[in-house]
């Protein structure tokens, strides 16, 4: 079974640009996370999917946002980039249930200059 | 308010154990997680432990839990180099999300 893929890898923006990211989970997964990871703030939750619903949000600005589409792939969107939005990725997939295990893609690295 | 605490460092030799230690804040917390990322990968998860249980061993890793104190740690028996890499505690956060700490880097020298 294939595991969770994210596009791209790598990415870089300049600040006030805005960017897509996306995120493939595991086949049959209907739940996609979304998390930032920053040597500041570690890893912190930005939002999570569940049949093309957003079921739990972070507290992050209203620049982030995501959609999932009815394949469970999940985009996320950062608009009007700063500086301080350069950061590690990472998007999680789940079967859906509350204790089912999140199985982490290896993350797209966006850098804002 | 939820959060989950870790040192940042940690050094051992070849062959030793490592401990891992962790505190948390919530303790309606079902489930406590390990995490280990290795460079350029994602998160993967190593071990977790039913909030009711003291202790829980699977082969070189042993998971103890202090449910009074909010205390888990991690001890990675007879560690090697491919062990080095950094080291996530979590915890379920109120929003079904999990919420780590700031990661432990492991590094084990020959």
């Known amino acids: 079974k294939a595991g969770v893929t994210q596009t791209p890898r790598y990415l870089i923006k300049t600040r006030g640009q805005q960017v897509t990211l996306s995120c493939s989970p595991i086949?049959?997964?209907?739940?996609v996370s979304w998390y930032q990871q920053t040597p500041g703030q570690g890893l912190q939750f930005l939002f999570e999917?569940?049949?093309?619903?957003?079921?739990n949000k972070g507290n992050f600005p209203g620049r982030f946002s995501g959609r999932q589409f009815s394949n469970s792939r999940s985009e996320m969107n950062v608009s009007t980039l700063e500086l301080g939005d350069s950061a590690l990725y990472l998007c999680?997939?789940?079967?859906?249930?509350?204790?089912?295990?999140?199985?982490f893609g290896p993350g797209t690295r966006l850098t804002v200059l | 308010g939820e959060d989950v605490e870790q040192s940042l460092f940690l050094s051992v030799r070849e062959g030793d154990s490592s401990v891992i230690n962790c505190t948390y804040t919530?303790?309606?917390?079902?489930?406590l997680y390990w995490y280990k990322q290795e460079p350029g990968a994602g998160l993967q998860l190593l071990t977790y432990?039913?909030?009711?249980?003291d202790m829980k061993q699977d082969q070189r890793l042993t998971v103890l839990l202090n449910k009074k104190d909010k205390h888990l740690s991690l001890r990675i028996a007879d560690t090697q180099t491919g062990d080095s890499a950094i080291y996530f505690c979590?915890?379920?956060?109120?929003?079904?999300?999990?919420?780590f700490g700031k990661g432990t880097k492991l590094s084990v020298k020959p």
């Open positions: 919530d303790s309606s917390s079902t489930y």
């Open positions: 979590a915890e379920e956060g109120s929003q079904g999300n999990l919420i």
């Open positions: 432990i039913f909030s009711n249980m």
């Open positions: 086949s049959g997964h209907r739940s």
């Open positions: 999917y569940f049949s093309e619903t957003q079921r």
């Open positions: 999680a997939s789940s079967p859906g249930g509350l204790m089912d295990e999140q199985f």
